[in-house]
């Protein structure tokens, strides 16, 4: 059953085409990535699906709802952990995911269950009283997606879900991911542009390149697609489908974004 589908969704700033007659269906329970550079689109994906930004035309549907027409009803089953910290620092992780308890508006009888196992499913049992300011980023991201779950989501949202982040505290966030996944079939739509993350994670994913979608498919079925081997790497499938190389750090926007994130994740 598709959790997803758009049907020529577009958006423009002024003359500027960021999301261009983008067609997609991703199934229930499924990681789908969207896979590509900075600038290529993804971001603004997200932002129209999660209804924070409206499409310029197309039309696009969660769950059954319509993000423009019955965009309360898409909130109710999704979940978005933006690329920027959305945790407040000076606050305790306990104190963070009450907050969002309460915007969430479950019942005051159930918060503090939902709150203490969405801490323990993420493994921060024992820094749940501790400020956020004194977390590692890895701590801080998945303090992010125990908020995002608080209200039993059916579909997450993740953008960049680790950019800034260390090999180790990565590894850690990709395993969270596929718990969440594989205990609870929530569905999973992210965004990045590191192809190994990409290649680990996703079920499916889609190659955006300019606004558009240049592929689609299992990391397995894209390389087949390439035709050299099983050791062609996504990177080198990117380039195949779109003829470009990966941005390497897009432009001063871009490149100031990632920064003030990885130095706010520590």
């Known amino acids: 059953m598709a959790i997803i589908e758009t049907n020529s969704l577009t958006r423009y700033f002024g003359q500027i085409v960021a999301v261009d007659n ?3 269906t991703v199934e229930e329970g499924e990681i789908f990535g969207l896979i590509g550079p900075n600038g290529a689109g993804k971001t ?3 932002k129209m699906l999660t209804t924070l930004l409206p499409p310029t035309s197309g039309r696009a549907s969660i769950a059954g709802f319509d993000i423009r027409h019955q965009s309360a009803q898409v909130r109710k089953v999704i979940g978005y952990v933006p690329q920027l910290i959305s945790a407040d ?3 305790s992780g306990y104190e963070n995911l009450l907050i969002f308890a309460k915007l969430y508006d479950l019942p005051q009888s159930e918060r503090e269950k939902r709150v203490r196992g969405a801490l323990h499913f993420m493994g921060l049992d024992e820094v749940a009283d501790k400020l956020v300011k004194n977390y590692s980023g890895g701590m801080i991201r998945r303090l992010e997606i125990a908020q995002s779950m608080l209200h039993r989501l059916r579909l997450l949202f993740l953008d960049e879900p680790t950019v800034g982040l260390d090999p180790a505290a990565r590894r850690a966030v990709w395993e969270h991911i596929m718990d969440l996944r ?3 079939g929530t ?3 992210l965004t990045t542009h590191l192809m190994d993350e990409a290649d680990e994670l996703c079920t499916r994913v889609a190659i955006m390149h300019l606004g558009k979608v240049a592929a ?3 990391p397995a079925e894209l ?3 390439v035709g050299r081997g099983e050791d062609v790497s996504l990177d080198e499938v990117f380039i195949h489908f779109t003829g470009n190389e990966l941005d390497e750090g897009g432009n001063f926007r871009d490149v100031s974004r990632t920064r003030r994130v990885a130095r ?3």
Do not use: E, V
């Open 22 to 24: 983008l067609n997609l």
């Open 44 to 46: 603004t994906t997200i």
């Open 89 to 91: 620092s000076t606050l």
């Open 182 to 184: 594989n205990q609870f």
């Open 187 to 189: 569905t999973i739509f």
């Open 216 to 218: 689609i498919g299992s």
């Open 223 to 225: 390389k087949k697609a």
């Open 264 to 266: 706010r994740l520590g």
